[in-house]
Every structure is written in C-alpha cells, then in structure tokens.
T-cell receptor
Framework: GAVVSQHPSWVICKSGTSVKIECRSL??????MFWYRQFPKQSLMLMAT?????????EQGVEKDKFLINHASLTLSTLTVTSAHPEDSSFYIC???????????FGQGTRLTVV | QKEVEQDPGPLSVPEGAIVSLNCTYS??????FMWYRQYSRKGPELLMY????GNKEDGRFTAQVDKSSKYISLFIRDSQPSDSATYLC???????????????FGQGTILTVHP
C-alpha cells in the first residue's frame, strides 16, 4: 500500500531554535497533506492542511507564524517549528488522504523535545 | 464537546478474550467512521472503516455502527498480545464533506492483551 514517510523520527533541540520536519508520499502524489499534534496519552489534534502550491490552512488556535508549512511539490510537505519552546514538545504526525478512498495514510510521527 | 468521544481506558484483557472498544459521536451528519490502531511512538494505521449505516467484518475485527444511539464499536475476537496498542475511532473533520483524509479523532483506548 501507499506509504507516507516522515523524517526525523525524533529530534531534540534547544529552546529558541527552529526545527524542520519532512513528510513525503513515497509512491503516490499528494496535493493535500495534513499535520497533527499528539500529546502523551491524548488524541491527534489537527493543526493544519497543507496544500501543494498554495498557502496552508490552519485550524483555530494554531499559530501560523510559529508552525510554518510548505508544500512545494506533490510528494513533500514540511512543517517548521520556529523559535521552539518546551511547550512545543510533542509528537507531530503528518498524513495524506487515500485517493479515491476513505481515510488517510499516516507517517511514523516525529517526537520533538525542546530543552 | 468533542464530536467523537472515546473512553481512554486503559483496558487489559487475557489472550483469547473478546475485546469491545466503543465511541460515541454527536454529529448525525457523519457518513462514515474509521478505526485506527497506533502502536507506541508510531503513526496510526487504518484498520477498517464503516459507513454510518452498516457493520463490517474483517478477520478477527468487526466494526459496528448504531445510528440511533450514535454509538460505534470495534470488536476484536481471539485477542492476541500483538493487538496491544491504542485504538482510535475517527470521523471526517467536516461532517458530510468530501475531504476524506481530514479527520477528527476520539481520545483513543489503550489496550493491553496479556499472555
């Protein structure tokens, strides 16, 4: 089946620095991808919709200047956490919809720890 | 109120038991539901989906929807230790919409099947 690959799987960064997370669709093209955030033992919360060639759409309460999303090609979306702070530490997961079907394929997730 | 509610558990059962996982939903416009399985520190993987009026069986897994009570269930027969994971119910983020990959999740139920 289709695979969505996310990189890195984990990252530790210092407070105030920026971190980029990549999400790739490996064997299919994805004009739309989604970014979620998951805190320990909690559910996935949709952060934004990434649209190829246009601006991302952010959910209410998500700071677009802090979480920069770029979808420059049909197989790659990136999420950059800018000026990261410890409260940004979380599990970030991307997904791409199943074309012509139900649901989405998810990446492996990225565990971000800001120290 | 979240549109999809799920008892987080945790749920612990012996190997071979029948497991029942449940969610409730509030929006009657939902047209279909999904069940995802998430292993620790991994992205969710789609187990199965059902339309709002049906049941579905796939091997040891059965998904069921009760529209009258807005209740969705996932049954696992002959549970195995490898079934130990977090199970998430999900519905389309925009109920009745066509964005099939944009999802809203329940809180997830942590299941442990012990030998």
């Amino acid at each position: 089946g289709a695979v969505v690959s996310q990189h890195p799987s984990w990252v530790i960064c210092k407070s105030g620095t920026s971190v980029k997370i990549e999400c790739r669709s490996l064997d299919f093209q994805a004009t739309t991808m989604f970014w979620y955030r998951q805190f320990p033992k909690q559910s996935l919360m949709l952060m934004a919709t990434s649209n190829e060639g246009s601006k991302a759409t952010y959910e209410q309460g998500v700071e677009k200047d802090k979480f920069l999303i770029n979808h420059a090609s049909l197989t790659l979306s990136t999420l950059t956490v800018t000026s990261a702070h410890p409260e940004d530490s979380s599990f970030y997961i991307c997904s791409a919809p199943v074309r012509g079907g139900i649901g989405a394929f998810f990446g492996q997730g990225t565990r971000l720890t800001v120290v | 109120q979240k549109e999809v509610e799920q008892d987080p558990g945790p749920l612990s059962v012996p190997e071979g038991a029948i497991v029942s996982l449940n969610c409730t939903y509030s929006n009657s416009a939902f047209q279909y539901f999904m069940w995802y399985r998430q292993y620790s520190r991994k992205g969710p993987e789609l187990l199965m989906y059902t339309y709002s009026s049906g049941n579905k069986e796939d091997g040891r897994f059965t998904a069921q929807v009760d529209k009258s009570s807005k209740y969705i269930s996932l049954f696992i027969r002959d549970s195995q230790p490898s079934d130990s994971a977090t199970y998430l119910c999900a519905a389309p983020y925009d109920a009745g919409g066509t964005s099939y990959g944009k999802l809203t999740f329940g809180q997830g139920t942590i299941l442990t099947v012990h030998p």
